[in-house]
């Protein structure tokens, strides 16, 4: 799944490492010159529970302790929150720092709204309710996506949440 993301953004990375743990380190020449510190997780859509129409990551950090908060850090990397969606190729581009104080296998859901609307137009977006914007797209367009996402840009593509 790492090597998926790696391999999905092209020439724009200089280097990656880690790419066996979470997170994992890209650094990348466009759309600005930065090392992302990347927490990807598989996006799950289990029955029961929650809406049908909606997806999950649990996020779970090495070295999160039981009933402990955690933030994600603020150093010189930029951190990036993203779901992956095996089988269909896309992945979900999420603000890290919109989810503060979370504790071990915290739920971040997200609709299928926006998974369908990357593979329809390529890029969708939606913002949530929590106002996190959130961006979608299919590996072909992940370089585009994570530039949207690192220049704070929302796509003309939005899903109305």
Same mark, same amino acid.
């Given at each position: 799944?790492?090597?998926?993301?790696?391999d999905?953004l092209?020439?724009?990375?200089?280097?990656?490492?880690d790419?066996?743990?979470?997170?994992?380190?890209?650094?990348?020449t466009?759309?600005?010159? @930065? %090392? /992302?510190?990347?927490?990807?997780?598989?996006a799950l859509n289990?029955?029961?529970?929650?809406?049908a129409?909606?997806?999950?990551?649990?996020? +779970?950090l090495q #070295?999160?302790?039981p009933?402990?908060?955690?933030?994600?850090?603020?150093?010189?990397n930029?951190?990036?929150?993203v779901?992956?969606?095996? #089988?269909?190729?896309?992945?979900v581009? +999420?603000?890290?720092?919109?989810?503060k104080?979370? @504790?071990?296998n @915290?739920?971040?859901?997200?609709?299928d709204d926006?998974i369908? #609307?990357?593979?329809?137009?390529?890029?969708?977006?939606m @913002?949530? +309710?929590?106002n996190e914007?959130?961006i979608?797209? %299919?590996?072909? +367009?992940?370089?585009?996506?994570l530039? /949207?996402? /690192?220049?704070?840009?929302k796509?003309?593509?939005?899903?109305?949440?």
């Amino acid at each position: 799944m790492h090597r998926i993301f790696v391999d999905s953004l092209g020439d724009a990375v200089k280097h990656s490492w880690d790419l066996e743990y979470r997170p994992f380190f890209v650094e990348v020449t466009r759309p600005i010159e @930065t %090392t /992302l510190e990347v927490y990807m997780f598989p996006a799950l859509n289990p029955p029961g529970g929650r809406c049908a129409h909606e997806y999950k990551i649990n996020i +779970l950090l090495q #070295g999160h302790k039981p009933r402990t908060k955690m933030n994600f850090p603020v150093n010189d990397n930029y951190p990036i929150l993203v779901a992956y969606v095996d #089988g269909l190729d896309v992945f979900v581009l +999420l603000d890290a720092y919109s989810h503060k104080d979370f @504790t071990p296998n @915290t739920n971040v859901q997200f609709k299928d709204d926006v998974i369908l #609307g990357a593979m329809e137009q390529g890029i969708a977006c939606m @913002t949530k +309710l929590n106002n996190e914007v959130v961006i979608a797209s %299919t590996a072909s +367009l992940l370089p585009k996506a994570l530039e /949207l996402r /690192l220049l704070d840009i929302k796509p003309n593509y939005e899903i109305p949440y």
